[in-house]
């Protein structure tokens, strides 16, 4: 009798994707859907990218080395020099977008069965790729009411078992934007130490950051080098999620030849991702200096916006491109698939992420949402009003 696997029918839906053809059927009856659901932005990708695709002349497309291009991870320890982190090529091993590199890193420290520690909401695809490895997240859980700052030491400790391999944190944070300081940073790395465990840092948001703050690298930590695992990637720095080109990076030397056993077995990372995202490391300065400033605006029209609303809360995040928003509602996955099938505000909804997807523990993220603020000012302005309208006549607004 044909059987679908166990692991198949426990990995997760995408709470972004699931929606979408309601979203499509919304559009089908002429209703125009502002899409605040997915991290995809509008911001033109650079041009110095898009030129090396165009430019490449070989006549034969050929398999790259197995973690990636030597050239593309020398740009990459150029750029990173940039920032203050050194890291030689032979420390980097590319992936085909950050959700690739992060499989290997699961797979290369953790069994089945072992732990990762994520405080949430988190991405929900984390969900996923710890369901592919076979292992299993332990959330700690932090709160809207303190911006989603880092969760007490103590709800870290008692969450340590002998099954715990590592604590993975995403910073700036998606879904919440939360820009973790460098002391928080310093908890984390005392808690590693102590338990001899790794920290995983997923930084592919690290340009963003707003209101003068700066981001502080896992990678400047001092004593956990060797536990001490990066995850980083071209899909939001320079507006090219398409090129699905990420990569791990790390002193240890071991995990390296480890998870390098990983890449050989999918052959080699996308060439034609890996041409533009090296060429993309000569993305001129002047670029981001636009883009966070269009970036600062977008967040703070739909943070003001949402904090007008009535029964309703926004926290101001520091960084990445999305907010985490409490409603007066009961259920924010009814709430999101209703606002695609029953309402309209001239002509106009709007397609949101239903936080409940963003933890793991059940129960948690009914009454919030996820927004992406990729879109241009007058569609989020507009995008708030719809948003506003909508909850005057929910059926399930409490």
């Known amino acids: 009798m044909l059987k679908i696997s166990a692991k198949g029918h426990s990995m997760p839906e995408s709470p972004i994707r699931k929606l979408v053809p309601f979203a499509e059927a919304a559009k089908s009856r002429g209703v125009k859907v502002h899409h605040l659901n997915i991290g995809q932005p509008d911001i033109e990708t650079p041009e110095v990218a898009l030129k090396a695709v165009r430019d490449f002349s070989e ?3 050929v398999y790259s080395h197995s973690a990636g291009n030597l050239s593309l991870r020398k740009r990459l320890s150029y750029y990173y020099k940039t920032v203050d982190i050194e890291l030689g090529p032979e420390e980097i091993i590319v992936g085909s977008g950050a959700s690739e590199a992060l499989l290997f890193a699961f797979q290369s420290i953790m069994d089945p069965e072992d732990e990762v520690i994520i405080p949430e909401p988190f991405y929900a695809n984390y969900n996923g790729f ?116 990420g990569w791990l990076a790390s002193k240890n030397k071991e995990l390296m030849a480890t998870a390098l056993k990983f890449a050989q077995a999918r052959l080699s990372p996308p060439s034609f991702g890996q041409i533009a995202a090296e060429a993309a490391v000569d993305t ?115």
């Open 59 to 61: 006549e034969v497309v």
């Open 130 to 245: 710890a369901k592919n490895a076979g292992i299993n997240v332990k959330p700690i859980f932090s709160s809207i009411e303190t911006g989603f700052s880092l969760p007490p030491i103590e709800d870290f400790e008692k969450n340590i078992s002998d099954k715990t391999k590592a604590i993975l944190v995403c910073n700036p944070n998606n879904p919440t934007g939360y820009l973790y300081s460098r002391q928080e940073l310093e908890t984390l790395r005392d808690i590693v130490k102590k338990h001899d465990l790794f920290l995983i840092a997923d930084e592919v948001y690290r340009e963003f950051t707003y209101d003068g703050k700066v981001h502080y690298s896992a990678m400047y930590l001092d004593g956990i080098e060797e536990n001490t695992i990066l995850i980083d990637s071209v899909s939001k720095r320079y507006s090219a999620c398409g090129v699905r080109v």
């Open 284 to 398: 001129p300065e002047e670029y981001f200096v636009k883009v966070k400033e269009e970036y600062l605006a977008r967040r703070n029209a739909v943070v003001e916006g949402i904090n007008k609303i009535k029964d309703a809360y926004c926290p101001k995040p520091l960084g990445a491109f999305y907010v985490m928003a409490k409603l007066p509602i009961d259920d924010s996955d009814k709430f999101c698939k209703w606002l695609l099938e029953d309402f309209s505000f001239e002509d106009q909804t709007v397609m949101l992420a239903p936080a409940t997807g963003f933890y793991s523990s059940p129960g948690r993220g009914k009454d919030e949402v996820r927004i992406s603020y990729v879109l241009k000012l007058d569609d989020l302005k507009s995008s708030v009003k719809v948003l506003e309208e909508a909850l005057k006549v929910y059926p399930g607004r409490t």
